[in-house]
Nanobody
Framework: QVQLVESGGGLVQPGGSLRLSCSVS???????????IGWFRQAPGKEREGISC????????FYGDSVKGRFTISRDHAKNTVYLQMNSLTSEDTAVYYC???????????????????WGPGTQVTVSS
């Protein structure tokens, strides 16, 4: 069965950093060889936001405007793991962070919220002094 498991969330002070991980396993054998995977977040009372996605085809990336220049997405193909390095965190970054996949290799398509296939349960990130 498909499993996406996020880790690395927690409490961090403003200006600090965190690195999230998303481990993927159990994708169906007929799932696209090249797919996209990325990070979303949802804060209380706000809509879910696609913040960063990456294509397993060519490692092309997409970043939402709110995180450009502060967050970096990367992946370890051998470990089937995607990372999100988050720097210069502010209280506005407080949210539950989810990873998700889509069988299209277009990172922007996933992040813009058009379609998705599988989701993790999420990990809480709280930025507070």
């Amino acid at each position: 069965q498909v499993q996406l498991v996020e880790s690395g969330g927690g409490l961090v002070q403003p200006g600090g950093s965190l690195r999230l991980s998303c481990s993927v396993s159990g994708l169906p054998s007929d799932y696209s060889r090249y797919y996209s995977i990325g990070w979303f977040r949802q804060a209380p009372g706000k809509e879910r936001e696609g913040i960063s996605c990456i294509s397993t085809s060519d490692d092309s990336t997409f970043y939402g405007d709110s995180v450009k220049g502060r967050f970096t997405i990367s992946r370890d193909h051998a470990k089937n793991t995607v990372y999100l390095q988050m720097n210069s965190l502010t209280s506005e970054d407080t949210a539950v962070y989810y990873c998700a996949t889509h069988q299209s290799p277009r990172a922007w398509y996933l992040c813009e919220g058009y379609e998705s296939d599988y989701w993790g349960p999420g990990t809480q990130v709280t930025v507070s002094s």
